[in-house]
């Protein structure tokens, strides 16, 4: 593994433990030129997905992108990052399961959206805004309105 501090190509593995959700390995690393330690996760990828996008553009799945996505819309807000670990863990069990080696980003950002709306309603709504192109403040409004109606709903 090559070191994130001075690129050295070798480390040594110094410690290794399950996460706590068991779906990948925690590695402590120490490099064996400058020193530095860092922790690496491991985890088991059942097969290469492609995301199909809106466009027909074709491109890997990249657990990092969904990370960072998912991140941007819980920002500042009250869920904690072992919430958030696990939620993006069920969406990649989901799509790696799915049985489709090509899943179209829809279907991800719909995972996406579903498993938010249950988490907080504000990264939900921010996410939203992204995922279905807010263009103006109304957008907001509206979106927000009906987010707003169906918590209220025993149903």
Do not use: W
């Not at 040594?12 to 330690?37: F, H, L, M, Y």
């Not at 899943?103 to 996410?127: C, E, N, Q, W």
């Not at 805004?129 to 025993?154: L, Q």
């Amino acid at each position: 593994m090559r070191c994130p501090f001075c690129a050295h190509e070798n480390s040594q593995v110094k410690d290794s433990r399950p996460t706590d959700d068991g779906a990948s390995i925690r590695r402590r690393r120490q490099c064996e030129d400058c020193g530095a330690r860092f922790t690496t996760f491991e985890r088991v990828q059942l097969r290469e997905l492609t995301v199909v996008k809106s466009a027909g553009r074709r491109e890997p799945f990249d657990r990092v992108k969904l990370e960072r996505s998912i991140a941007i819309a819980c920002r500042k807000r009250p869920v904690p990052p072992e919430r958030l670990e696990k939620l993006i863990s069920s969406i990649q069990r989901q799509v790696e399961t799915s049985g489709e080696s090509e899943i179209p980003s829809a279907r991800i950002g719909g995972m996406v959206m579903d498993a938010l709306k249950a988490v907080d309603s504000v990264a939900y709504i921010r996410f939203a805004s992204v995922y279905k192109d807010f263009r103006e403040a109304r957008d907001f409004e509206e979106f927000a309105g009906s987010v707003g109606e169906s918590e209220g709903d025993p149903d």
